[in-house]
């Protein structure tokens, strides 16, 4: 029995497989964004003379617009943190630029909500006096810190990869 074997040309030549990529950022960064939206929706502000979780509080949803930026910055980041967490564990297959793409749509996202959350952790709305910061506004602090730390860790891997179409220059001799 005789094999037919194709002559080795630039198109059927296999490419290398690509670098792995982090998993623990991607993901990080996936369930720190789905937290910072799911806090968006817990207490963040009462008045001072209300218990906490008082049917009086306020979520940061209806508070302010800053939380709602902070919830669209949050889901941009997790849908571009999905999408290479599914590159990371090989159920889609992302050329570099799309990964490289993707970690900084991630990482703009991330810091998007973590911008809003600061500023309204430090500048409550008005009338200021009288409101207190309440758990869900935390949650979202923390949340969005994780979350953008770990999304510029998965930018910095995405940025420091080889370039999988570059072949590295040979020094020295030169093959003929």
Do not use: C
């Not at 979780?53 to 571009?80: D, H, P, Q, R």
């Not at 952790?121 to 953008?148: F, K």
């Amino acid at each position: 029995m005789t094999y037919h074997r194709e002559p080795m040309t630039s198109r059927s030549r296999r490419r290398a497989p690509a670098p792995p990529r982090p998993l623990l950022p991607t993901a990080v960064t996936v369930v720190a964004a789905i937290v910072v939206v799911a806090a968006a929706f817990l207490p963040w502000y009462a008045p001072d003379i209300a218990p906490p979780l008082a049917a009086n509080s306020v979520s940061g949803w209806n508070a302010t617009f800053a939380a709602k930026l902070m919830v669209v910055g949050a889901v941009v980041a997790a849908i571009a943190a999905g999408v290479l967490l599914l590159d990371s564990v090989q159920r889609m297959a992302l050329d570099h630029t799309g990964v490289r793409a993707l970690a900084i749509v991630g990482a703009m996202g991330m810091a998007l909500a973590t911008i809003m959350t600061v500023f309204r952790t430090l500048r409550i709305p008005e009338p200021a006096d009288l409101l207190s910061r309440q758990i869900g506004l935390y949650v979202a602090l923390a949340a969005a810190a994780i979350g953008v730390s770990a999304a510029l860790v998965q930018l910095m891997f995405a940025l420091s990869g080889a370039n999988p179409r570059r072949r590295p220059v040979a020094r020295g001799r030169r093959r003929r």
